[in-house]
């Protein structure tokens, strides 16, 4: 269809395409050649936000750096030269660190909208896992990020979340010299947070391309779960997905745009405005929001597990609550992919979220805070048990004892269990392909 | 019923973002209402003017602001002058300003330090030379920098103006240690500061009342001006940008529709 | 690649044009906003607030002896101060300005009553490299000037090209007396 169309005809185009393909690539990846399941819903919109704040990021961190001073006696005030005296500076600075908080926003509504539907299973686990490669870059990359302005919250959680791998039996302790090149958290370690702060963004876009081309072999999952069993069954990704990630793209832009012009300290700790001071530690050191779920589950680990004492267990808690992630495609034995034919699942997959706020609650109070009597450290014990027991035991048993509802014949045919309305509904997109 | 639940559960969402930030506090300090307060909100040009001369003859005794220059009390002058910057002052008087104070420079050509009039790209003169000697005389404490003091501090101007005015007798319960003071607003109750207002301790050029409360209230928004001089350019800015995204938005949302018409 | 997608509702007249016309509006306002995005990126680029505070300096004209030249740093490069003498002044205005590559007369370049004061950018308008002849010993060029040893230019006692690669004369930066001896440039 696109081969015989006006653009492809244009001399210019056929000069170009007859030496690098690159219209009909992208015509094939993100155009009217890429078939898309014509029942996407919104949901399905946060894979190219996602994809669109890796750019905001990677273009507003490019700019943020040719005004940074990577020395502990420069970076504070570098920074504050950027809010005051560079053009923009503000807005540029704004922009890279809340995107930071809307990137994660973005990325953990696109987790939970596969976990949900299902996306992580056969034939998709490499595009599974490669998202969670993608998580766990960006959250170094966040990481080391947060500790380049050398204010109070950079300087404590580089030396906090550092010495997590002092916990390392024998070699724990030369591991972390190794990562500050020094005795403690100094100019070394800004350095090189620096470089690495830069390079990461560049791997996760080469990451990203994988992700894509791994969706691109069996296409996008959709709401209903099931394989796309012809072209009545899809319509072309344009114009129908990009105008509809157009769209959500603008209203994203809004909220963004909200947040960056009237609510720029909303998501930051005031103590990163004091420069950062080895000898006094803040009265409360929390990470930034994105993190707190796994600093309760580090937290919440009090306790020694035979061997393991409660310092290294509490490590291995948090790492495991995003490396189980890559045995999900097989902890969760249901052949069905769509969480709506599920009605047990549903239940506990919503009791999941909630934990998972619960731990990103916990995380932000005080170790030794209480609740209506209750300490939070209790709480937080508990969800991280669930947190848990949801993959290693609620998912794979839902697999046999759950029945689920009958599934659809196809996507073009959407009626449960019955044929009535279908030959209809599946006549007019037939026409369309 | 699907889409209600989602609805529900986003809007738990973003409360369970808001929850960490509203949490972990012990000392909520009464909301004052400030100018530069909500979406077209602006500095009082006369309240900042009054409250840099609170900060230059009363706090700038102990406190430095080692991140303003003398120019950025100015809106520069001629066509360049923006409303939106400074506090309002011409560039002879940002001049003026400067040209009471003496900075050190050099080396010169005989390799000395000299001392000369300050100039409008000066920074503010600390007080104290560094860090030990601010707080070798005053008995061991340290009078922060006050450049970034609202953004570095939970309820920023709010908590600026209660700490200021927040001295008390203390309670028979509290045994205030040597050389301290009772504040009802300061973490632990116990600062080092001694209250640094009292009524007509400035004697203001507009004529205002210098009342604490008053001196109090503009130094806040002098310092909250410190801490974000951009703040007004921000949200005009602002305004613009989300009116632009709005339009966008709905002619996207019209255009999708259009797209679509034809699949639903 | 839009036609292509369209292509399939060609027949429907009156609602094609309100459709283009949909997509034009919001393409248009799309691209116009990209494009407005990008300013503060590209502006952030420009000389900052702090640079531009510091673009002037002012210089003590009192310990430069007659014959003399001293070289100081404006906005990070060198500016040459020559305090001339009577007959390197008067070899400036000995030629016809219209003979010159870059016609100017040493009048111009200078302050009226302040005409032994020469103060000129220090850097060759060929290819931004600074000419000799600041030093006693350094080659002053066939013009008693200045000699860049880069490409081989030469500029007289009024720092006006004479001969070789530049085009321009040596600028001559923006200053003003404050007073007799001393002077603000920018």
């Given at each position: 269809m696109a081969k015989d169309n006006a653009f492809f005809n244009n001399p210019t185009v056929k000069w170009i395409e007859h030496r690098l393909p690159i219209f009909s690539f992208v015509d094939h990846s993100l155009g009217s050649q890429y078939p898309t399941p014509?029942?996407?819903?919104?949901?399905?919109?946060?894979?190219?936000?996602?994809?669109f704040m890796l750019v905001v990021m990677i273009l507003s961190g490019v700019f943020l750096a040719m005004n940074y001073t990577p020395h502990v006696d420069h970076a504070f005030n570098s920074v504050e030269r950027v809010m005051r005296d560079v053009n923009y500076g503000w807005l540029i600075r704004y922009i890279h660190m809340n995107g930071a908080s809307m990137f994660f926003i973005v990325v953990y509504i696109h987790i939970f909208r596969g976990l949900y539907f299902g996306s992580y299973k056969?034939?998709?686990?490499?595009?599974?896992?490669?998202?969670?490669?993608?998580?766990?870059?960006?959250?170094?990359?966040?990481?080391?990020?947060?500790?380049?302005?050398?204010?109070?919250?950079?300087?404590?959680?580089?030396?906090?979340?550092?010495?997590?791998?002092?916990?390392?039996?024998?070699?724990?302790?030369?591991?972390?010299?190794?990562?500050?090149?020094?005795?403690?958290?100094?100019?070394?370690?800004?350095?090189?947070?620096?470089?690495?702060?830069?390079?990461?963004?560049?791997?996760?876009?080469?990451?990203?391309?994988?992700?894509?081309?791994?969706?691109?072999?069996?296409?996008?999952?959709?709401?209903?779960?099931?394989?796309?069993?012809?072209?009545?069954?899809?319509?072309?990704?344009?114009?129908?997905?990009?105008?509809?990630?157009?769209?959500?793209?603008?209203?994203?832009?809004?909220?963004?745009?909200?947040?960056?012009?009237?609510?720029?300290?909303?998501?930051?700790?005031?103590?990163?405005?004091?420069?950062?001071?080895?000898?006094?530690?803040?009265?409360?050191?929390?990470?930034?929001?994105?993190?707190?779920?796994?600093?309760?589950?580090?937290?919440?680990?009090?306790?020694?597990?035979?061997?393991?004492?409660?310092?290294?267990?509490?490590?291995?808690?948090?790492?495991?609550?995003?490396?189980?992630?890559?045995?999900?495609?097989?902890?969760?034995?249901?052949?069905?992919?769509?969480?709506?034919?599920?009605?047990?699942?549903?239940?506990?997959y919503w009791i999941f979220f909630v934990v998972c706020l619960l731990l990103g609650w916990v995380g932000g109070q005080a170790a030794d805070a209480t609740v209506m009597g209750i300490p939070l450290l209790r709480i937080g014990q508990f969800c991280t048990f669930w947190y848990f027991f949801h993959f290693v035991a609620i998912l794979p048993l839902l697999g046999w004892f759950e029945r689920p509802r009958p599934l659809p014949i196809s996507i073009s045919q959407p009626v449960l269990g019955g044929g009535r309305v279908a030959a209809g509904a599946a006549a007019k997109p037939m026409e369309k392909a | 019923m699907l889409r209600m639940r989602e609805l529900v559960l986003a809007g738990a969402v973003a409360l369970g973002l808001a929850a960490p930030a509203m949490a972990a506090e012990t000392l909520k300090p009464p909301a004052q209402s400030w100018s530069f307060e909500g979406l077209f909100g602006t500095y009082d040009r006369g309240a900042l003017q009054r409250g840099y001369q609170v900060y230059k003859e009363v706090c700038a005794a102990c406190h430095a602001m080692s991140q303003i220059r003398f120019r950025d009390l100015g809106g520069g002058s001629g066509a360049a002058h923006s409303p939106l910057v400074g506090l309002g002052y011409t560039d002879d008087e940002v001049k003026a300003i400067a040209a009471e104070y003496k900075v050190m420079d050099g080396p010169n050509d005989d390799g000395e330090m000299f001392e000369r009039t300050a100039r409008p790209a000066d920074r503010f003169k600390a007080p104290f030379a560094n860090e030990k000697a601010a707080r070798s005389a005053n008995n061991g404490a340290y009078p922060v920098d006050l450049s970034l003091i609202v953004e570095a501090r939970k309820h920023g101007a709010d908590y600026i103006y209660a700490l200021l005015t927040g001295y008390k007798e203390p309670p028979a319960s509290v045994k205030l240690g040597e050389g301290m003071h009772y504040n009802a607003w300061f973490p632990g109750f116990q600062i080092a500061m001694g209250a640094p207002l009292s009524d007509d301790r400035v004697t203001y050029g507009d004529g205002t009342k210098a009342t604490v409360s008053q001196m109090a209230k503009d130094v806040s928004v002098f310092l909250a001006w410190a801490s974000e001089p951009n703040l007004e350019q921000r949200k005009a800015l602002g305004i613009k940008v989300i009116l632009f995204l709005v339009i966008l938005a709905g002619l996207l949302y019209a255009a999708k529709r259009k797209v679509w018409a034809d699949i639903h | 690649m839009g036609s292509s997608a369209t292509s399939p509702q060609a027949g429907h007249h009156g609602s094609g044009t309100r459709r283009d016309f949909l997509y034009l509006a919001a393409g248009g306002f799309g691209a116009v906003g990209a494009g407005a995005a990008l300013w503060p990126f590209i502006h952030s680029m420009n000389p900052a607030a702090d640079v531009l505070a510091l673009a002037s300096t002012e210089v003590d004209l009192k310990p430069i002896q007659a014959g003399q030249r001293i070289t100081v740093t404006w906005r990070g490069k060198p500016v040459f101060i020559d305090n001339r003498t009577a007959d390197q002044i008067k070899a400036a205005r000995d030629v016809a300005a219209t003979e010159l590559p870059d016609p100017q007369t040493d009048q111009k370049r200078v302050k009226a009553g302040k005409d032994q004061w020469l103060v000129v950018l220090g850097v060759c308008t060929h290819l931004g490299c600074v000419p000799l002849g600041q030093k006693t010993g350094e080659s002053k060029g066939e013009y008693g000037g200045w000699f860049c040893p880069c490409h081989g230019s030469h500029y007289d006692t009024s720092g006006r090209i004479r001969k070789g690669p530049a085009p321009k004369n040596l600028e001559v930066p923006e200053f003003t007396f404050v007073n007799d001896t001393l002077i603000r440039i920018g």
């Amino acid at each position: 269809m696109a081969k015989d169309n006006a653009f492809f005809n244009n001399p210019t185009v056929k000069w170009i395409e007859h030496r690098l393909p690159i219209f009909s690539f992208v015509d094939h990846s993100l155009g009217s050649q890429y078939p898309t399941p014509r029942n996407l819903n919104y949901w399905w919109n946060f894979g190219s936000l996602a994809g669109f704040m890796l750019v905001v990021m990677i273009l507003s961190g490019v700019f943020l750096a040719m005004n940074y001073t990577p020395h502990v006696d420069h970076a504070f005030n570098s920074v504050e030269r950027v809010m005051r005296d560079v053009n923009y500076g503000w807005l540029i600075r704004y922009i890279h660190m809340n995107g930071a908080s809307m990137f994660f926003i973005v990325v953990y509504i696109h987790i939970f909208r596969g976990l949900y539907f299902g996306s992580y299973k056969p034939p998709r686990e490499i595009l599974w896992w490669l998202g969670i490669v993608i998580l766990l870059l960006m959250m170094a990359t966040a990481f080391m990020g947060y500790v380049l302005p050398w204010g109070q919250m950079s300087f404590w959680g580089a030396t906090v979340i550092t010495n997590l791998f002092s916990a390392i039996p024998l070699v724990g302790d030369k591991i972390v010299t190794l990562l500050w090149g020094g005795f403690s958290v100094d100019n070394a370690t800004l350095n090189r947070f620096f470089a690495l702060h830069y390079l990461l963004p560049f791997v996760i876009a080469g990451v990203v391309v994988l992700h894509i081309w791994a969706l691109h072999v069996h296409g996008s999952n959709n709401p209903l779960g099931i394989d796309t069993r012809g072209p009545q069954d899809t319509i072309p990704f344009h114009p129908y997905y990009t105008i509809k990630d157009a769209f959500g793209l603008a209203v994203f832009m809004i909220i963004f745009a909200f947040v960056v012009f009237f609510a720029p300290n909303f998501f930051g700790e005031p103590d990163n405005y004091i420069p950062a001071n080895p000898m006094v530690t803040p009265a409360h050191i929390v990470p930034e929001w994105y993190f707190l779920p796994f600093y309760a589950i580090l937290r919440s680990i009090t306790f020694n597990i035979l061997f393991i004492d409660a310092k290294l267990g509490g490590v291995l808690a948090m790492f495991g609550s995003i490396l189980i992630l890559f045995l999900l495609p097989w902890l969760d034995t249901s052949r069905v992919r769509s969480g709506l034919f599920r009605p047990i699942f549903q239940v506990f997959y919503w009791i999941f979220f909630v934990v998972c706020l619960l731990l990103g609650w916990v995380g932000g109070q005080a170790a030794d805070a209480t609740v209506m009597g209750i300490p939070l450290l209790r709480i937080g014990q508990f969800c991280t048990f669930w947190y848990f027991f949801h993959f290693v035991a609620i998912l794979p048993l839902l697999g046999w004892f759950e029945r689920p509802r009958p599934l659809p014949i196809s996507i073009s045919q959407p009626v449960l269990g019955g044929g009535r309305v279908a030959a209809g509904a599946a006549a007019k997109p037939m026409e369309k392909a | 019923m699907l889409r209600m639940r989602e609805l529900v559960l986003a809007g738990a969402v973003a409360l369970g973002l808001a929850a960490p930030a509203m949490a972990a506090e012990t000392l909520k300090p009464p909301a004052q209402s400030w100018s530069f307060e909500g979406l077209f909100g602006t500095y009082d040009r006369g309240a900042l003017q009054r409250g840099y001369q609170v900060y230059k003859e009363v706090c700038a005794a102990c406190h430095a602001m080692s991140q303003i220059r003398f120019r950025d009390l100015g809106g520069g002058s001629g066509a360049a002058h923006s409303p939106l910057v400074g506090l309002g002052y011409t560039d002879d008087e940002v001049k003026a300003i400067a040209a009471e104070y003496k900075v050190m420079d050099g080396p010169n050509d005989d390799g000395e330090m000299f001392e000369r009039t300050a100039r409008p790209a000066d920074r503010f003169k600390a007080p104290f030379a560094n860090e030990k000697a601010a707080r070798s005389a005053n008995n061991g404490a340290y009078p922060v920098d006050l450049s970034l003091i609202v953004e570095a501090r939970k309820h920023g101007a709010d908590y600026i103006y209660a700490l200021l005015t927040g001295y008390k007798e203390p309670p028979a319960s509290v045994k205030l240690g040597e050389g301290m003071h009772y504040n009802a607003w300061f973490p632990g109750f116990q600062i080092a500061m001694g209250a640094p207002l009292s009524d007509d301790r400035v004697t203001y050029g507009d004529g205002t009342k210098a009342t604490v409360s008053q001196m109090a209230k503009d130094v806040s928004v002098f310092l909250a001006w410190a801490s974000e001089p951009n703040l007004e350019q921000r949200k005009a800015l602002g305004i613009k940008v989300i009116l632009f995204l709005v339009i966008l938005a709905g002619l996207l949302y019209a255009a999708k529709r259009k797209v679509w018409a034809d699949i639903h | 690649m839009g036609s292509s997608a369209t292509s399939p509702q060609a027949g429907h007249h009156g609602s094609g044009t309100r459709r283009d016309f949909l997509y034009l509006a919001a393409g248009g306002f799309g691209a116009v906003g990209a494009g407005a995005a990008l300013w503060p990126f590209i502006h952030s680029m420009n000389p900052a607030a702090d640079v531009l505070a510091l673009a002037s300096t002012e210089v003590d004209l009192k310990p430069i002896q007659a014959g003399q030249r001293i070289t100081v740093t404006w906005r990070g490069k060198p500016v040459f101060i020559d305090n001339r003498t009577a007959d390197q002044i008067k070899a400036a205005r000995d030629v016809a300005a219209t003979e010159l590559p870059d016609p100017q007369t040493d009048q111009k370049r200078v302050k009226a009553g302040k005409d032994q004061w020469l103060v000129v950018l220090g850097v060759c308008t060929h290819l931004g490299c600074v000419p000799l002849g600041q030093k006693t010993g350094e080659s002053k060029g066939e013009y008693g000037g200045w000699f860049c040893p880069c490409h081989g230019s030469h500029y007289d006692t009024s720092g006006r090209i004479r001969k070789g690669p530049a085009p321009k004369n040596l600028e001559v930066p923006e200053f003003t007396f404050v007073n007799d001896t001393l002077i603000r440039i920018g």
